[in-house]
């Protein structure tokens, strides 16, 4: 049986309701999205992505249907408020002009499945209304007064209650639809709150896995088995990605009010639900306003009532950092360089291209370990500029890092520890602008040698003699000068007599510094870079 689905959206939210499709595709659910557009853009862009499982309804075609909605709108209600008060002609419109339709669920578009929804229409039944509640986790509790049920899921039948529930939901509507509580009113929201107790033919949604999101997940155990995420012992049938909303500065990225426990105590939720859906909301902005040049001038939508408290970017282990960096990754990518001339991301190669070539094996294979190699850039320019050759490439990187990387870039393996990348040895073994960052930068480099078959590539190191205790404070990302990363000073003599020691020669600086010294306090500061191999 095929589900009818209707959701509103402007050109602004049309990734997230991409990544909807996408998921209710992944899951090979039998659905039909009626798709109401509340930009002219937005509908532009999706008649020329032609998406077959999706219809599109202009928010003119919608207000010719029901013209009291141009009442409304023509008043006092602020953008956000009058897309609000839209919500239950939706359903409406679609029960209305499509033959034979006797159920529609209303969706927002900032949800992603992980199941077959068959599952909540089991639960459902012939019921005519289904809503989903809240259940809020207890520090959430003080939400409680935005409503018990939340809007994100609301399924209707055209049956006498079913239709009559509409109605009435369209007339509170229209009466009152502020961003604003108001006693027992908020928003579209808290009318559902009366539902129970006026319309007997209602099924109140009691699956735990149906409408998890950032204010419920904190009450269940979430654990990833048999390919599956589950709430305790139930399957993970959507979440709602709610308090995700865009960053200015840079464009592009998101912040993300995660869940309060979850986000210190559970891997599950932040690495494998929200970092993996980040990584592809970013990809999926990136990729629209690549392919739709108006996107990138269009207006956003303001929420002047919304507050988002967000703290400052906490470092290197940041989600925006994280998110900012694969973005660039992302571009980079998209850009072809030719061979003398990489993109901003893979500068140093041509300083080491000549040592690929000698690494590979007769049949062209090689392996090498990137630490501290970011989003695999490096590997992506090796492979434009040596197509013959069959590269393995690794990346050791920060967790965050990781997350992203492995839902965005499948051509890089990922490892966040040393531990696990350096069971194995690598015909070279890369470290650029990142082993300072090392707490013990000297154990990390003997386990870097002892991962090292051929060659191991140190670059733009901070080096000097007798530099033990002195910290650097660098700003590495242009774009995000508050992403600050703490590093030390090498004593790049010690350096080369530990590589000696394990079997490496330095066969010569690969980036011959220029000019004098740099002078901070007593130490005099260059940054180096070397080239060594194994006999």
Not at 99 to 114: K, M, Q
Not at 443 to 457: M, P, V
Request: proline share 6%.
């Amino acid at each position: 049986m095929i589900h009818h689905y209707c959701s509103y959206f402007d050109h602004n939210y049309l990734p997230r309701a991409l990544l909807m499709v996408e998921s209710l595709r992944a899951q090979k659910a039998a659905f039909h999205l009626h798709a109401f557009c509340l930009s002219d853009l937005c509908a532009a862009m999706l008649r020329e992505l032609a998406l077959p499982e999706v219809s599109i309804v202009e928010l003119a075609t919608l207000e010719q249907r029901f013209p009291e909605l141009l009442v409304v709108k023509a008043g006092d209600r602020t953008p956000i408020e009058y897309i609000f008060t839209m919500t239950p002609f939706l359903p409406a419109y679609c029960l209305e002009t499509t033959p034979g339709l006797d159920e529609i669920t209303y969706l927002d578009s900032d949800l992603e499945f992980h199941d077959d929804p068959q599952r909540v229409f089991d639960h459902i039944g012939m019921r005519s209304i289904a809503i989903i509640p809240h259940r809020f986790s207890p520090d959430q509790a003080e939400d409680r007064h935005y409503g018990e049920f939340n809007v994100g899921w609301v399924t209707f039948r055209a049956t006498e209650q079913g239709l009559r529930c509409l109605k009435d939901w369209q007339r509170n509507c229209l009466a009152w639809c502020y961003d604003r509580l108001d006693g027992d009113r908020y928003a579209d929201q808290r009318y559902l709150d009366r539902w129970p107790i006026t319309y007997q033919d209602l099924k109140i949604v009691t699956l735990k896995g149906a409408n998890a999101a950032n204010y419920n997940i904190d009450n269940y155990q979430v654990s990833e088995r048999d390919g599956r995420f589950w709430c305790d012992d139930e399957p993970l049938i959507f979440y709602h990605f709610h308090g995700v909303v865009p960053e200015p500065e840079p464009e592009g990225i998101y912040f993300a009010r995660f869940p309060l426990r979850h986000f210190k105590e559970s891997a599950v939720v932040m690495r494998r639900l929200y970092r993996p859906y980040l990584a592809r909301l970013v990809a999926k902005t990136y990729a629209l306003k690549a392919g739709f040049a108006a996107l990138a001038n269009a207006a956003r939508l303001p929420r002047p009532g919304m507050k988002v408290f967000k703290p400052p970017i906490g470092g290197w282990w940041d989600d925006r950092v994280s998110q900012a960096r694969a973005l660039r990754a992302l571009e980079f990518r998209e850009r072809r360089p030719d061979v003398d001339a990489p993109a901003a991301g893979a500068e140093r190669l041509p300083y080491f291209a000549d040592t690929l070539q000698r690494a590979a094996d007769p049949q062209g294979r090689l392996s090498v370990l990137d630490w501290g190699g970011g989003f695999g850039e490096y590997g992506a320019a090796a492979r434009r500029f040596f197509p013959d050759l069959t590269i393995d490439w690794h990346v050791v990187e920060v967790s965050t890092v990781c997350d992203y990387g492995g839902a965005l870039f499948a051509d890089t393996r990922f490892h966040e520890t040393d531990d696990v990348a350096l069971e194995r040895t690598f015909d070279i073994v890369l470290a650029i602008g990142a082993l300072h960052c090392s707490v013990d930068w000297r154990g990390t480099l003997a386990r870097l040698a002892a991962a090292t078959r051929r060659f191991l590539i140190l670059m733009d190191l901070p080096s000097g003699s007798n530099a033990d205790g002195f910290t650097l404070t660098e700003r590495p990302l242009p774009y995000m000068p508050q992403a600050v990363c703490l590093g030390g000073v090498v004593d790049d003599a010690d350096l080369c007599r530990r590589a000696a020691q394990a079997g490496l020669t330095l066969e010569r600086d690969l980036v011959p510094w220029q000019g004098a010294p740099l002078q901070i306090g007593p130490l005099q500061l260059t940054y180096r870079s070397f080239l060594f191999s194994r006999a």
